[in-house]
């Protein structure tokens, strides 16, 4: 079973195309000033089955690609290689994640070897809020991006301008995104309104 802190399709906030997005619950880095501090603690959230999550990431017929963010998705890694593959299964998508690791470290561990091998683009190394230089969907220079296979050669991780969005609903707030200074900023005003 993987602990899921948020789900997110029909963005184009975090990657290219149009993306699903599964963001895990727990991480064990706590990054000063982490974007999502809510999904840090190691709590349950949702709780669902590779197959559950592999369902509501398929939910929109448009979309071309996941990422999976955190939390830290390397800790939940062998169930998001099986929802991966289930995905995968129904439509040829793209893959990219997030990890506070290394990739180094990663490598022969088995459950993140799984997930590594299901990835296109890796982004890893924890944030670094000093080295946070508003450019591409890395947050901070000291985090590297790691190209897998060649299906998303085309695509500028590293200096591009970062897209954002808010998504506003009844029960709550979500920052889709690698934010930009102004966009933290807006986005700490929107979340300390009471």
Do not use: K
């Amino acid at each position: 079973m993987l602990n899921i802190a948020e789900i997110c399709t029909g963005t184009r906030a975090l990657g290219p195309g149009l993306r699903a997005v599964a963001w895990t619950q727990g991480c064990p880095f706590r990054c000063r000033r982490c974007v999502a501090p809510d999904w840090i603690e190691d709590r349950p959230a949702r709780v669902m089955s590779p197959a559950e999550l592999a369902a509501a990431l398929l939910t929109d017929p448009d979309v071309t690609g996941l990422t999976f963010s955190g939390g830290e998705p390397m800790e939940q890694a062998a169930g998001l290689a099986e929802t991966a593959r289930l995905a995968r299964r129904h439509r040829d998508l793209t893959l990219i994640c997030f990890t506070g690791y290394r990739l180094g470290d990663l490598r022969g561990r088995p459950g993140p070897e799984v997930l590594l091998d299901e990835v296109d683009v890796l982004i890893d190394g924890r944030y670094v809020d000093v080295l946070d230089d508003d450019r591409g969907m890395r947050g901070s220079t000291n985090q590297r991006v790691h190209r897998l296979t060649d299906r998303l050669d085309g695509a500028d991780f590293q200096t591009g301008p970062r897209r954002t969005e808010i998504r506003v609903s009844a029960e709550r707030a979500l920052l889709v995104g690698v934010p930009s200074g102004a966009a933290r900023t807006a986005w700490q005003q929107v979340v300390a309104r009471p």
